[in-house]
């Protein structure tokens, strides 16, 4: 786990925290880009997990997070590249309070590759629960990632496992295509979004996170913690409306 991640899961140990990050977080609002950008056919726009369990009325619902979905819709015309990622858990997941005795959701537990949030059960496998969402149009995306489906590791990020270290491939599929620049929006902000932006960085993508298309959990100051660490890593934040 990088420092940026331990960074970022410390905020989740104790609300005591909050007010320090939140401070460290307003650094991370210089962060800009500046003036309209255009993505070019070496751009992808990556959905991260617009799916049932994280919406309203879903297993693990993110506040607002329908909110996202018509500004997602209305970007997807200015990228000729798009990516989805799904959640995609077995039952009894490692990453589920469920699986564990005594544990309830949003309490943590040490597994091999370091804190582990524990969850409600969510996004299983082959459920109406793990489905996108219906009001997601994207018809011109070429490739959905389904990320978390090791049953003993999670998986925020859309390019590595929790350990860091495990590939779901999408760097390589990206950069054979020649892909130089990475735009992410989607759920949860502080965490699979962030991940993905941060990882993205990580394998030498320019990376964007669009932050009105995305929406946040903010379990004890994770929200100002992500924002540091992606501005840490080199992430730039924007909105919708700077896409040309």
Same mark, same amino acid.
């Given at each position: ?46 959905v991260v997990d617009v799916q049932n369990c994280f919406i309203e009325g879903g297993t693990l619902p993110v506040s607002k997070g329908s909110e996202v979905v018509p500004v997602i819709n209305k970007l997807g015309a200015s990228f000729a ?15 589920? =309070? ?8 949003? /309490? ?19 459920? /109406?629960? =793990? ?29 590595? /496992? ?48 669009? /932050? ?12 100002? =913690? ?19």
């Open positions: 786990m990088t420092v940026s991640r331990r960074f970022l899961l410390s905020a989740l140990g104790a609300s005591s925290t909050v007010g320090a990050v939140a401070s460290l977080g307003l650094m991370s609002n210089s962060i800009f880009a500046a003036g309209k950008i255009k993505p070019d056919a070496q751009s992808v726009l990556i590249n798009i990516v989805v990622t799904q959640d995609w858990h077995t039952a009894g997941h490692a990453s589920f =309070a469920s699986s564990y005795s005594g544990k309830k959701p949003f /309490e943590t537990t040490k597994l091999g590759y370091g804190t582990q949030v524990l969850w409600p059960d969510h996004c299983v496998q082959g459920t /109406e629960d =793990a489905a996108l969402h219906k009001d997601l149009k994207l018809p011109s995306a070429q490739l959905i990632i389904r990320k978390g489906y090791h049953k003993d590791m999670d998986s925020y990020s859309a390019f590595t /496992e929790a350990d860091a270290k495990t590939s779901t491939g999408l760097s390589g599929y990206l950069k054979q295509r020649g892909i130089k620049t990475v735009y992410v929006t989607g759920l949860a902000t502080d965490f699979c979004v962030a991940w993905t932006a941060m990882d993205a960085r990580t394998a030498g993508f320019k990376t964007y996170v669009i /932050e009105d298309a995305c929406r946040a959990i903010d379990l004890n100051g994770s929200l100002a =913690a992500a924002w540091k660490s992606m501005g840490d890593k080199g992430v730039q934040r924007i909105q919708s409306s700077d896409i040309a």
